[in-house]
């Protein structure tokens, strides 16, 4: 997982880097992205042989329609939503505030 989340963002910022790179050479977007498809293509060629084979068709396994979710999970949920109540909070106050100083 954390490999992936590298590979990702660096794939981000090479895009915005590229994207950049286009607009200041001032090719046209059609331009741009006929490179990119062409670039895209040859990196899928080459990086090919370097997929898992898996043998035989894989059966996912039955799960419930539900099923309790993790106690992390949960206490992640919670903390999200106190988190939102006090910005809520305190975006009330501030605006309490302000009608209180445009009345004086």
């Known amino acids: 997982m954390g490999s992936f989340h590298g590979s990702w963002s660096f794939a981000g910022f090479s895009g915005a880097l ?8 001032g090719l046209s977007p059609y331009s741009h992205f006929l490179i990119v498809v062409v670039l895209v293509v040859l990196l899928m060629a080459f990086n090919y042989k370097f997929l898992i084979v898996t043998k035989g068709k894989i059966i ?3 799960k419930a329609f539900f099923s309790k979710p993790d106690s992390t999970l949960v206490w ?13 909070f305190i975006a009330l106050l501030v605006k309490t505030h302000q ?6």
């Open 76 to 88: 992640l949920g919670i903390i999200g939503e106190f988190l939102q109540l006090s910005q809520q």
């Open 99 to 104: 009608c209180l100083l445009a009345k004086h």
């Open 60 to 62: 996912p396994e039955k």
């Open 18 to 25: 590229l994207g950049i790179g286009m607009v200041a050479l």
